[in-house]
T-cell receptor, first 115, second 115 residues
Framework: DAGVIQSPRHEVTEMGQEVTLRCKPI?????LFWYRQTMMRGLELLIY????????DSGMPEDRFSAKMPNASFSTLKIQPSEPRDSAVYFC?????????????FGSGTQLSVL | AQKVTQAQTEISVVEKEDVTLDCVYE???????LFWYKQPPSGELVFLIR??????QNEISGRYSWNFQKSTSSFNFTITASQVVDSAVYFC????????????FGGGTRLMVKP
């Protein structure tokens, strides 16, 4: 079975450019998460979708960040305009919906560098 | 508010040594779940174990064992007879019953096993 698929694996862009990260969750999973990992802040939850609906976006840093889940098999995280401080590894994860006890399956991450 | 603390940022051992990774958590919930994830150099986070707050039995899986002590809010992870392939960053995480599967991660412990 395919796991969570993220693209691109690496993205290098210049400050001010728009960046779009993509995620395909595991088929049948109805919860999807975007996490950001940095040395300074560790792993931070950005946004959580359940059945394609955003449930908690309190971790989204600011209005430059937006996430969508148009259907059960695809999600995007967009940064516009990007800034150097957005440089991080962005992980997408999916799980079966549950009461907090379901394990998350993570993608390989997108390494974003904003110059 | 939930919090997970992994006080050991980095541990270095020689192969075949036993090593324990500490995890202390804070939560006001009576029902919650604890997890350990491994992040090898390839970057992807891999699920290791899940524990619910009502089950304080220790668990052993091969060379891995986990000690959950509710009285001290700790969920420590021991690797017996460590191997070079165990080198990775290990994350402890916490979720609570009514938050879907949103995880609060600790800062991680980087384990280096030298031959």
């Amino acid at each position: 079975d395919a796991g969570v698929i993220q693209s691109p694996r690496h993205e290098v862009t210049e400050m001010g450019q728009e960046v779009t990260l993509r995620c395909k969750p595991i088929s049948g999973h109805n919860s999807l998460f975007w996490y950001r990992q940095t040395m300074m802040r560790g792993l931070e939850l950005l946004i959580y979708f359940n059945n394609n609906v955003p449930i908690d976006d309190s971790g989204m840093p600011e209005d430059r960040f937006s996430a969508k889940m148009p259907n059960a098999s695809f999600s995007t995280l967009k940064i516009q305009p990007s800034e150097p401080r957005d440089s991080a590894v962005y992980f997408c994860a999916s799980s079966l919906s549950g009461g907090g006890n379901e394990k998350l399956f993570f993608g390989s991450g997108t390494q974003l560098s904003v110059l | 508010a939930q919090k997970v603390t992994q006080a050991q940022t980095e541990i270095s051992v020689v192969e075949k040594e036993d090593v324990t990774l500490d995890c202390v958590y804070e939560t006001r919930d009576t029902t919650y779940y604890l997890f350990w994830y491994k992040q090898p150099p390839s970057g992807e986070l891999v699920f290791l174990i899940r524990r619910n707050s009502f089950d304080e039995q220790n668990e052993i899986s091969g060379r891995y064992s986990w000690n959950f002590q509710k009285s001290t809010s700790s969920f420590n992870f021991t690797i017996t007879a460590s191997q070079v392939v165990d080198s990775a960053v290990y994350f402890c995480a916490l979720s609570h019953n009514n938050a879907g599967n949103m995880l609060t991660f600790g800062g991680g412990t980087r384990l280096m096993v030298k031959p």
